[in-house]
């Protein structure tokens, strides 16, 4: 009689191991360092800070005096001078408007010193000497840490050799996005088959056609090998000379994953 074999085994993966992914502002879809038990989204967790963005000014007409050597960026007109003292040193200061190509785009600010009517920002990137105006300027920065949501922010999913190691993100990551995957380390398989999805072709042969072991007895074998893996005496059906035995008769026993032993044969 034909059998299926018990629940699948318990999984162990090396704890707490951490995936940093990198994005690169195209991709939504990466590579885990290991496989997802099950491709369940619980079993990791991920973690994102997001860049987030706040308009400062929009064309305004303050002059800015970008200085070259020391990268410093000088604004007098008190009213911008406030608004652009939320900065603080790790914002970025995105520009556009600058007659000098070099003056604009991402600027890393390093330095901000602001007395109530003029701030001087000092940013990593070179610049390069121009007075402007007509700038439009907005702050980049590091929101604060989230954990996303499984099967909303994230699914798991990938096939032979990439086997539950895509983590898919429903929101494609900016580059400037900081995301890390932590495997749980331990997990159990949790999937089910969709209702009525399981057919012939899904099953293994001897689930569709059963399996039929002859032995003949000699009144004194007692040890007889299966042709295929049994899970338990109470799996299999027996006939001794068309008498039907079952694993729960005093007669009939089991052990290990070959060997039926019914007495007296």
Known sequence: M???RGALPFLQYNPNTQ?????????STFELSQEVPGGYEGNVTVIRRQQKSDPLISSSSASFVFASGANTITCSTASVAAAISVLNIGDILHVTGASNGANNGDLLVTNAVYNGST?????LNPVVNETASSLTLLRKFAG???TLEPSIDYTI???NAQQDRLINFSVTPIQQDVIYV???GEATYNFVPTEKTVGPDQLSDNLRNFVVDIFAANGVLTNFTLSQVAVSARTLEVSINGVLKYGDDTNLSFTGDYALLPDGV
């Open 2 to 4: 034909s059998y299926i």
């Open 19 to 27: 995936d940093d992914i990198v994005p690169d502002g195209v991709s």
């Open 119 to 123: 701030i001087v920002l000092t940013v």
């Open 144 to 146: 604060p840490w989230e």
């Open 157 to 159: 999913s990938g096939i």
């Open 182 to 184: 932590i495997h749980r």
